[in-house]
């Protein structure tokens, strides 16, 4: 059974960083892509960003020049850094990764249990 932990959410004030982490365990294959959601609430889930397998990233314009995500392939892990946060990005942050199960010789979404972020203004 795939597990992802998140971690380093929190609190933080305006202006403030957190850096978000997503680590993939019992994995059987090959992950793809990896990315982060958001949903605030009473909202719809949305994307935040994503990054390939071999790098490539995507950002939802919102959060473009404060966020950066990355990921170290060694570790299964991706990280999403976030600068210049800002009250409107308070919302239950979800790690997805794309794996590829070799054992079942098709890709499957696996999502993280959520870590919240809470911006004050």
């Known amino acids: 059974q795939v597990q992802l932990v998140e971690s380093g959410g929190g609190l933080v004030q305006a202006g403030g960083s957190l850096r978000l982490s997503c680590a993939a365990s019992?994995?059987?294959?090959?992950?793809?892509?990896m990315g982060w959601y958001r949903q605030a609430s009473g909202k719809q889930r949305d994307l935040v960003a994503t990054?390939?397998?071999?790098?490539?990233?995507n950002y939802a314009h919102s959060v473009e020049g404060r966020f950066t995500i990355s990921r170290d392939n060694a570790k299964n892990t991706s990280y999403l850094q976030m600068n210049s946060l800002k009250p409107e990005d308070t919302a239950v942050y979800y790690c997805?990764?794309?794996?590829?199960?070799?054992?079942?010789?098709?890709?499957?979404?696996?999502w993280g249990q959520g870590t919240q972020v809470t911006v004050s203004s």
């Open positions: 990054i390939s397998s071999d790098g490539a990233t």
């Open positions: 019992r994995t059987t294959g090959r992950i793809n892509k």
């Open positions: 997805n990764v794309n794996l590829y199960r070799t054992d079942l010789g098709r890709t499957y979404a696996y």
